[in-house]
């Protein structure tokens, strides 16, 4: 088992990391990531995913955060049908006391996204794609109960990077989720 040791006092203590294994499911827009942040706006493209994930997360020290890493496998549906393999790597910080109650972690995530055919929103949206393409996510999660679920919402974005990929591409969607920490 990975484990993370703390110095307390004249022991070390020794804080294991979590594994989790959850689902997610969204849908595909055709706006660009800064549209995002417009409401009422939203492009909803016929193109939905559901898949599962595994995760691995580990305290940083004594502190309110944490680093991690997870895999996802993303069945789309809709407009197309294809498979998505997603690996990034993950910040979290879990505030003590937050302004919504059941808040438990706001997230980050960034690695890659592949995919088995280039993605037809992606091309509709912004002229042609690529299979592999940078990922990202922006997260919150919410506590649910005391079994170690959460529900989380999350904003699943696909891109060039600003042009470290070629060609100039991506896609965005909104996600819900559900996982189980053990």
């Not at 997230?107 to 890659?112: A, D, E, I, K, R």
């Not at 088995?116 to 299979?131: C, H, I, L, N, Y």
Request: glycine share 10%; proline share 4%.
């Amino acid at each position: 088992m990975l484990c993370t040791e703390v110095a307390a006092g004249d022991h070390v203590e020794t804080r294991p990391g979590k594994w989790s294994v959850g689902m997610v499911a969204g849908n595909m827009t055709k706006n660009r990531a800064n549209d995002l942040l417009r409401p009422g706006e939203y492009d909803f493209a016929d193109n939905y995913f559901a898949g599962v994930l595994v995760a691995y997360d580990r305290q940083i020290g004594d502190s309110k955060w944490s680093l991690g890493a997870e895999f996802q496998l993303n069945l789309h549906f809709g407009n197309q049908q294809f498979l998505e393999f997603v690996l990034p790597a993950t910040i979290r910080y879990r505030p003590e006391l937050s302004f919504l109650p059941a808040l438990e972690s706001l997230g980050l995530g960034l690695g890659l996204s592949h995919t088995t055919e280039v993605p037809k929103v992606e091309v509709e949206v912004r002229g042609e794609s690529a299979r592999t393409l940078v990922y990202w996510l922006a997260e919150s999660a919410f506590s649910v109960g005391n079994s170690g679920d959460e529900l989380f919402l999350r904003i699943h974005h696909r891109s060039d990077a600003f042009g470290l990929l070629d060609p100039d591409s991506g896609s965005n969607a909104f996600a819900i989720g559900w996982r189980r920490s053990f």
